[in-house]
């Protein structure tokens, strides 16, 4: 019999349905497949490719309810959270459905009159992606709308803990009438479907979001056959509030940005970086707020924080706790947990930690949980000292009403996303990457088209 991934619910350990893994054998015909789509997929019009995408997203909003308690109970994120998934994700087809129509290439003018010059753009070929489990619908559409915009070929394998918002995403996709062997899913162990997508000669670009030291490994692995690669990788969000904002307004602003998702989000605040003048009232009214976030099932009415995904996230955050408390730190709101190892449930009540320093882990490491640390500055040299200390780069908030001190932060903070005044800056008609480790590469936006592309150039001589 084939292998098979049991897929259970986070907030309660039960088990939701098991999924069959994809032999080796069926993943590299569905490559070849794949491969051999592209062919004529890339020669459709633009316009046909924008009404399948069109198709596409308006199924998905149909059938928003079905697909968000499906994510809710895979996932563990509030229904509402997941409701407005299925409405983030739709957005990224309708937003790059619009893009296939500005595929333009360009003409240069030549340096004798007997010539001719022409660029002209296609898309690459077929794309693997890999995509995670905290996003379960938008990080596969963020890459399916480009890439399908841009006459590509696609294959996606989920997060072994989210298969099934995916698997129905394809059957809405196969429904509106795209074709099977153009988008297709495989399901198995990221270890060992990634080395399957790398090394494939089919395959023309790995696109992947999730850890840092798994998108190096994917990286390296795609160098022998030259792939194009997207990365959109770890962050670890500095949040920065000065003396002259508007606490109240930050407040919720913070809740927002840090406890999404379950803080299980790429760009969540992961270090709030406090002017000392008011980090004893930020401190306070937010250890106030965070308390009041109702905690458990995301079914249930009323819940805003589920459970983190499972032991292996949920040990990394209990632990960076703990270190944080021997190191020094003060628990003002949270630090509790709740866990069934046997029914195989976890979750940490939103934490708050003040006196945290800089050696601690949790300033260190993404934490990917409901845990927010607290540290001061004194200027603005030093908070975007610290912001840019960690190697990753991917978002960065900061709150002032002051538009000098703003212009000085988005000058000289090394993030590809950035947050004045806004703890939730993402949307699909701008684009989201992240510097340094964090990534290579934009998704959304007019960027986000862009790395499914290749260019052609056609010098035409004799005329
Ligand atoms: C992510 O966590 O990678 C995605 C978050 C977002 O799109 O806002």
């Known amino acids: 019999m084939s292998e098979q991934l049991i897929v259970t619910n986070p907030a309660t350990g039960e088990t939701l349905a098991k999924v069959t893994i994809d032999s080796p054998e069926s993943i590299e015909t569905k490559l070849k497949v794949g491969y051999e789509a592209f062919k004529t997929f890339t020669k459709s019009s633009a316009y046909e490719r924008a009404q399948l995408l069109n198709r596409w997203a308006e199924l998905i909003i149909e059938d928003q309810e079905n697909?968000?308690?499906?994510?809710?109970?895979?996932?563990?994120?509030?229904?509402?959270?997941?409701?407005?998934?299925?409405?983030?994700?739709?957005?990224?087809?309708?937003?790059?459905?619009?893009?296939?129509?500005?595929?333009?290439?360009?003409?240069?003018?030549?340096?004798?009159?007997?010539?001719?010059?022409?660029?002209?753009?296609?898309?690459?070929?077929?794309?693997?992606?890999?995509?995670?489990?905290?996003?379960?619908?938008?990080?596969?559409?963020?890459?399916?709308?480009?890439?399908l915009a841009a006459g590509c070929t696609f294959i996606v394998k989920p997060a072994e803990d989210t298969p099934l918002?995916?698997?129905?995403?394809?059957?809405?996709?196969?429904?509106?009438?795209?074709?099977?062997?153009?988008?297709?899913?495989?399901?198995?162990?990221?270890?060992?479907?990634?080395?399957?997508?790398?090394?494939?000669?089919?395959?023309?670009?790995?696109?992947?979001?999730?850890?840092?030291?798994?998108?190096?490994?994917?990286?390296?692995?795609?160098?022998?056959?030259?792939?194009?690669?997207?990365?959109?990788?770890?962050?670890?969000?500095?949040?920065?509030?000065?003396?002259?904002?508007?606490?109240?307004?930050?407040?919720?602003?913070?809740?927002?940005?840090?406890?999404?998702?379950?803080?299980?989000?790429?760009?969540?605040?992961?270090?709030?970086?406090?002017?000392?003048?008011?980090?004893?009232?930020?401190?306070?009214?937010?250890?106030q707020a965070a308390k009041a976030l109702k905690v458990g099932n995301g079914l249930e009415e009323g819940v805003e924080v589920g459970p983190v995904i499972n032991k292996k996230g949920f040990d990394k955050i209990v632990a960076q706790i703990e270190d944080a408390k021997a190191k020094g730190a003060t628990v003002l709101a949270g630090g509790t947990t709740h866990f069934d190892d046997e029914k195989g449930f976890y979750f940490v009540n939103p934490t708050v930690l003040a006196n945290v320093t800089l050696d601690m882990k949790i300033m260190q490491e993404e934490t990917f949980g409901p845990v927010a640390p607290i540290t001061s500055f004194k200027s603005d040299e030093e908070a975007v000292e610290i912001a840019n200390s960690t190697p990753f780069g991917l978002a960065a908030y900061f709150f002032t009403d002051n538009y000098k001190r703003g212009i000085y932060f988005q000058e000289n903070l090394d993030f590809g996303i950035l947050g004045w005044n806004d703890g939730l800056p993402s949307t699909a008609q701008a684009p989201f990457g992240g510097m340094k480790e964090s990534g290579i590469g934009s998704e959304g936006g007019s960027e986000g088209i862009e790395p499914y592309l290749q260019t052609k150039y056609l010098s035409i001589a004799g005329l």
């Open 67 to 147: 697909l968000a308690k499906i994510m809710t109970e895979e996932n563990g994120k509030p229904l509402t959270e997941s409701r407005g998934e299925v409405v983030y994700a739709a957005s990224y087809l309708t937003w790059f459905a619009e893009e296939a129509k500005r595929l333009y290439g360009r003409t240069i003018p030549a340096n004798s009159t007997n010539k001719r010059l022409l660029v002209t753009r296609q898309g690459v070929g077929l794309v693997a992606a890999i995509t995670p489990w905290n996003f379960p619908a938008a990080m596969m559409t963020r890459k399916a709308g480009p890439a």
């Open 165 to 287: 918002t995916m698997i129905r995403l394809v059957e809405l996709a196969h429904k509106a009438g795209i074709p099977e062997d153009v988008v297709q899913i495989v399901n198995g162990r990221g270890a060992d479907i990634g080395p399957l997508f790398t090394s494939s000669p089919y395959v023309r670009k790995i696109t992947f979001t999730g850890s840092t030291p798994v998108g190096k490994q994917l990286i390296k692995e795609s160098a022998d056959t030259v792939k194009h690669v997207s990365m959109e990788l770890g962050g670890h969000a500095p949040f920065i509030i000065c003396e002259d904002a508007d606490i109240d307004y930050v407040v919720t602003q913070a809740i927002a940005s840090k406890f999404r998702n379950a803080g299980q989000t790429c760009v969540c605040a992961n270090r709030f970086l406090v002017h000392e003048a008011v980090i004893d009232e930020f401190s306070e009214k937010f250890a």
